[in-house]
């Protein structure tokens, strides 16, 4: 038995290989009719949605088609303002996430690895923290320290980051995990180089992929964020989607679409970053925060 | 050297959290270190100081308020009626409901996302499928709230074009007591999220499982139902059942969807929560909202505990 093992794992191995590279056309049928069952069930499922939003934005009377609702929307200063405003958050969440994360992750890496295991359910944590709780502790908070008002306007982005936390935290670990930051350090500093020269000019570089893969998810869940700026009453991007949507249903599949190229773009962006230089870590790893 | 101390000490560490002993005990943060700079001792916290200030701040302070508060009698002692509170009449009502819709939702998420992913993973069709798929689902799990909401009423509500065709066909949805507002139509939305975030924790899962076993098994002659029953599932058991419950968790939580679709109409918890901070509804405790986020908390607590668990021992057949 023992003596016949090696030759049958060397059969069955090569097998395997003929069997991808002939693909689908050997062996059972049937594997290859659930194969393509199943995935066209999926893509029938994601993209019926769309297609059916597609056809709303489209439709401005009986049987008239047209860009009526897309004209509308982006004539609509509104639509320019929140979306100005979702990007500017956006953009403020991602420059005090990385300001936040990238030192610490560095540090911990090279000198508090004992750090990593507390790290790792630290990033977990956003998750049991529902975004409406949240935002009911906060508004606890807020009447316990009447000095942090709920219309301070950096309040969202300082929000946002712990909802970001995890996938940034994820992204910068891989990123860091990718490279020797032990050598590049002491090579910086064996050239005299003090701490904040080495991060900046010698790590940075380095994780660059990570950062914009975090950056990028972080674009993504700030531009789509409903529930914490509705509740705090900020009038972000979601919040006119929602406003329209009440009162517009056709211009709302518009926005919709167009939420959703946004979204794409961000990903795609992301996607195209990761195969440019190895795992960026996190990549398509965005459980959704929006909901 | 350094490396050696410190790749032992992380091991140590890293057993510490399996036996469920503290991570991190007195002498070990002041231990001293061999390295010249390690003597210096607690200094080499102090870049650390800001992220754990942060995090105590914006999710910790407030998670510590909303349990005081829950726990809080008006007059300032202690007492459990808002936890008892929900227990009955409405409160009792949107947790059934949350739960009947997040269960509902992450099993067909699951069985759904299992038989994609593994069409995508072992199903021998073309190769661009896979990363196709992953960077679809990485969109469609960010594609969630509110232009989600609005997506299906375009599709199922109630003169969406999925219902107009079925109607054309002679099948009228609505007629036969289907609404998108519903729990089950709530739960087919919720799909929308739930299916790519399943196939994307379950394909690494299924890329794990080896041709070998099954090659294994088929040599030695089980049939195909023998091979799931007595390899595949048992293996994939862990996995299975942490994106179920992951799944769960995430539909627990989701606001921005059921709120746009319902116009904040039914009943969940997360709504509820919401219209008590915007005062949209007489409460007659308006401190409820801290006890309904404080069992939210729990709830999707215990959840994200049982996951990374699962997480854990699935590890050890996947790597």
């Known amino acids: 038995m023992s003596t016949a093992a090696p030759g049958a794992r060397a059969a069955t191995t090569s097998a395997s290989i003929l069997d991808r590279r002939s693909g689908r056309g050997r062996g059972k049928r049937r594997a290859s009719f659930w194969t393509w069952f199943w995935l066209v069930l999926a893509a029938l499922y994601f993209l019926v949605p769309l297609f059916s939003t597609l056809l709303f934005s489209l439709d401005t009377g009986v049987h008239q088609h047209g860009l009526k609702w897309y004209g509308k929307t982006f004539s609509d200063p509104q639509f320019w303002q929140t979306l100005e405003l979702s990007f500017k958050i956006a953009l403020e969440t991602v420059i005090i996430g990385l300001a936040l994360m990238v030192p610490t992750v560095y540090w911990i890496h090279l000198r508090l690895p004992q750090l990593r295991p507390a790290m790792d359910i630290i990033s977990i944590l956003p998750f049991v923290v529902p975004p409406v709780a949240l935002v009911v502790g906060l508004s606890g908070a807020f009447q316990v320290m009447p000095w942090l008002l709920s219309n301070w306007w950096l309040i969202l982005p300082l929000v946002y980051v712990i909802l970001a936390l995890p996938f940034t935290y994820r992204s910068l670990d891989a990123g860091m995990r990718a490279i020797d930051v032990r050598t590049l350090t002491e090579a910086a500093q064996s050239c005299g180089a003090p701490a904040w020269k080495t991060l900046l000019f010698v790590i940075l570089p380095n994780i660059r992929t990570a950062m914009l893969g975090g950056a990028f998810l972080t674009l993504a869940i700030v531009m789509g964020e409903y529930t914490i700026s509705s509740l705090l009453l900020f009038n972000t991007f979601a919040v006119y989607v929602y406003y329209i949507g009440n009162t517009q249903a056709y211009q709302a599949s518009a926005l919709a679409i167009i939420s959703f190229a946004l979204t794409w773009g961000a990903m795609m962006a992301l996607f195209v970053l990761s195969r440019g230089r190895g795992r960026a870590g996190g990549v398509g790893q965005g459980a959704p925060v929006g909901r | ?319």
Not at chain 2, 235 to 246: E, I, Q, T
Request: charge should be positive; aromatic fraction near 12%.
């Open chain 2, 1 to 319: 050297m350094t490396d050696e101390v410190v790749s032992q000490q992380s091991n140590d560490d890293l057993m510490a959290l399996e036996t469920g002993a503290p991570v991190l005990t007195p002498e070990q943060v002041s231990r001293p270190r061999r390295s010249r700079r390690g003597r210096r001792g607690l200094l080499v916290w102090i870049p650390v100081i800001p992220f754990f200030a942060y995090t105590a701040f914006f999710m910790a302070v407030p998670v510590v308020v909303l349990i005081v508060k829950t726990f809080q009698a008006p007059g300032g002692g202690f007492t459990l009626d808002q936890v008892k509170a929900l227990f009955s009449g409405q409160y009792r009502a949107a947790f059934v409901a949350s739960i009947q819709v997040s269960v509902t939702s992450a099993l067909i998420g699951t069985v759904f996302g299992l038989f994609v992913a593994y069409a995508a993973v072992h199903g021998r069709g073309p190769r661009w499928i896979q990363p196709v798929l992953t960077t679809f689902c990485g969109v469609a799990s960010n594609f969630a709230g509110i232009p989600l909401a609005f997506a299906f009423v375009a599709t199922l509500g109630s003169t969406g074009v999925v219902t107009l065709l079925l109607d054309h066909a002679g099948l009228d949805i609505y007629a036969h007591g289907f609404t998108l507002y519903s729990l089950i139509g709530l739960s087919l939305v919720y799909v929308y999220f739930q299916l790519p975030l399943m196939i994307l924790v379950i394909a690494p899962s299924l890329e794990g499982l080896r041709k070998e076993w099954r090659e294994a098994a088929e040599n030695l002659g089980a049939t195909q139902r023998q091979y799931w029953w007595h390899i595949g599932l048992p293996v994939l058991l862990p996995s299975l059942a942490g994106a179920l419950v992951l799944l769960f968790g995430n539909a627990f939580s989701a606001y921005a969807t059921p709120y746009a679709l319902t116009g904040g109409g039914i009943s969940l918890v997360p709504i509820l929560i919401g219209s008590v901070l915007s005062g949209n509804v007489v409460i007659t405790n308006p401190r409820l909202g801290d006890s309904l986020a404080f069992g939210m908390i729990v709830i999707v607590g215990i959840t994200v505990l049982l996951y990374s668990l699962l997480q854990r021992r699935s590890a050890k057949w996947l790597r």
